[in-house]
């Protein structure tokens, strides 16, 4: 027991929260780590991260894991993919690498599934999941061939959000016009991306829940919810103010997610996003991501650590169960909230005490106090951005 809980995890990151909120879920419970992906960002500034032996000059991406594993002095380790690329090159290992380095994680068909936004609105009709009206576009004249009531309130989503995000910056299109969207399909797909044409379900940040769990070897869910409350862009942009509540305040949102997960057998950490539609009164399931996300710090202090239980499953060990489930834990994002009350302020449905009250206390994703100089590392290199913004201007 002692030898397998000394295995160590190798964290397949990027320069980003998640992969921070990671490293120090396991340091935190002692739980020794490398680390790859994550640069010279404020990531690697953590007091617990150590970069993987052999591996820091040329920084790995996820097309090369299985020649770094077959490299790599040390072994055997639990690998935590904290990406969606890192995800599929695991759920892809061939058999004898993910037996030397295991993995709580789905079949590769249930990952390739979740990460292709066709592929996951087909697999939600299939099963009869509530999820938005959804076609998938092949080209342009799949478009040109809808009538114009399938257009009426709907928008132009990445089947691969990656690669669509690294490309424009943004989530999804908004169009106004046919030819207009004739246009954004048209350059997508020579920039060889591939788009889906999606309902909008309309209504506020306030109907968005984010259901963050493990389901572990013997089928057993473990789950922490958290309740948008504010998010920017306002259309399709991130959460920057929620609040956790208890599961079996969204028995139905449970329900989606587990009878989608169901379904694809699936095994890991995920996060499910759901969007409450006023309309006919169903939680519909938007996406599925087979990895951790941003809420699963705020997980942790609920008292659902699924990192260290991801962590006990991968090597077969006894899954601690999560302790008393402690709701009502707030959680933001300084840099991006900022932007979304300022809308509010001005519209007079939010004041600057209320901003700076909602702010005392609550969690955030970064900055943490015991283990500081990644938020410090972060806080500077904004400032130094910003400043140079404004001399290139």
């Known amino acids: ?59 790995p991406d ?54 292709d936004k066709g592929h996951f609105a087909e697999a939600a009709q299939r099963l009869g999941v509530p999820h938005p009206r959804t076609i998938c576009l092949a080209s342009e004249g799949d478009l040109t061939a809808l009538p114009d009531s399938a257009l009426r309130d709907t928008f132009l989503k990445p089947r691969d959000s990656r690669a669509f995000h690294a490309r424009y910056g943004v989530k ?32 506020p940040s306030t109907r968005y829940y984010f259901v963050n769990g493990l389901v572990d070897r013997a089928g057993t869910l ?46 890991g950490v995920f996060d499910a996003e759901l969007k409450y539609d006023e309309r ?29 239980m991801a962590y006990q499953d991968a090597l077969g060990l006894p899954v601690e169960p999560a302790g008393k489930y402690t709701a009502g834990y707030h959680y933001f994002d300084p840099y991006v909230d900022r932007s979304a009350v300022w809308p509010l302020i001005q519209e007079g449905t939010l004041t600057p005490w209320g901003v700076v009250s909602s702010w005392v206390g609550a969690y955030q994703p970064i900055f943490s106090w015991d283990d500081p100089l990644p938020g410090g590392v972060d806080f500077s290199q904004r400032v130094r951005g910003f400043f140079q913004r404004g001399v290139r201007t």
């Open 1 to 59: 027991m002692i030898a397998a809980w000394m295995t160590p995890a190798l964290v397949l990151g990027s320069a980003h929260s998640t992969t921070l909120e990671v490293i120090r879920m396991l340091g935190r419970k002692g739980i020794p780590q490398f680390a790859v992906g994550t640069g010279g960002s404020f990531v690697s500034r953590s007091r617990w991260h150590r970069f993987l032996p052999g591996a820091r000059r040329e920084e």
């Open 62 to 115: 996820p097309s090369s894991l299985a020649g770094l594993l077959e490299r790599v002095a040390v072994g055997p380790m639990v690998l935590i993919p904290c990406t969606d690329e890192w995800a599929l090159a695991v759920a892809r290992l061939e058999p004898v690498l993910a037996a030397r380095f295991p993995a709580t994680l789905a079949p590769r068909e249930s990952v390739e599934i979740l990460l």
């Open 172 to 203: 999804a299109f908004r169009f106004e016009t046919r030819p207009q969207a004739v246009a954004l399909v048209r350059e997508a797909c020579q920039a060889g991306l591939q788009l889906v044409l999606q309902e909008y379900i309309p209504g």
């Open 222 to 267: 473990h789950v922490s919810v958290t309740h948008r409350l504010r998010m920017f862009p306002p259309d399709f942009g991130d959460t920057c103010y929620g609040v956790s509540v208890r599961p079996d305040e969204v028995p139905a949102a449970m329900d989606v997610v587990k009878r989608f997960l169901g379904a694809l057998r699936y095994r």
């Open 280 to 308: 006919d009164g169903l939680f519909k399931v938007l996406e599925i991501n087979p990895r951790p996300y941003g809420f699963i710090g705020v997980a942790a202090r609920c008292g659902v650590n699924l990192v260290a």
